[in-house]
């Protein structure tokens, strides 16, 4: 499956139901006027349907680019599979090794770069701004924003569990925003380490992150693209890391 997001940008990619309810795996895609830009390459277990979704899109056109925000299998999956399919395509990375390590048996290193948090690139005549990712479970991991469609890809950060009947819903399409309580069951289970946090720096973080460029769309892996109400999802993401710190250090503790 694939949806249009805004503008020149789609989101690709399907889901896994699980206790907790539906976790998205998603890929985006910048058309970029004939130099197609890819955000992650997804999960291998949704290997058909993302290539068929890819090819639909792209109608012949090969990608350009793959930025990876960072090498965890659910979001280079399929890279083997684009990079045979398309074998000229170029891989932008973070800035440590283990991009080396998973990548040479899939490409050259010539087409490999590494970029440090700053790095402005100009592709296609728009501009992508690589940061570092706030919130990470794989050190180098990186965010990166188009100034074109004023999105933030956040890897593994903002996602939040969903319906059955909500995989291709973006949070516009549904009666309400995404809650507090929602952002809060999936932040304590993708980021263990939030019991050890000061969740008031934290917030402080993002929140210069997000008052120094505008930001209009929020693109996370484990969602579907949050497209309205940028400065409340903000906030209710802000709300379930100030109480992720008391919630997971309660698991476990006696009754």
Known sequence: MHSHVAGDLYQLGACVPGENGHEAVRVYLLENAGQPVLID??????????????EALLKGVPPAYVFLTHSELPHVGNLQRVAQRWPAVQVIVSNVMLPYIEIPPVLPLSQVTAVRPGTVLDVGGRKLVFLTALLRDQPGSQWIYDTLTRALFTGDAFGYYHAA???EAFSDQLPQDISTARFLRYHQNAFRFLRWTQPARLNADLARLFHARPIDII???????????????????????SSA????????QPA
């Open 219 to 241: 693109c996370p892996t484990h969602g579907n693209a949050l497209r309205t109400n940028i400065s409340a999802h903000l906030h209710n993401v802000q709300s379930a890391l």
């Open 41 to 54: 390459c997804g999960s291998h277990l949704h290997r058909p349907e993302f290539m068929a979704g890819l």
């Open 165 to 167: 009947g909500e995989c």
């Open 245 to 252: 710190r008391t919630a997971l250090q309660s698991i476990g």
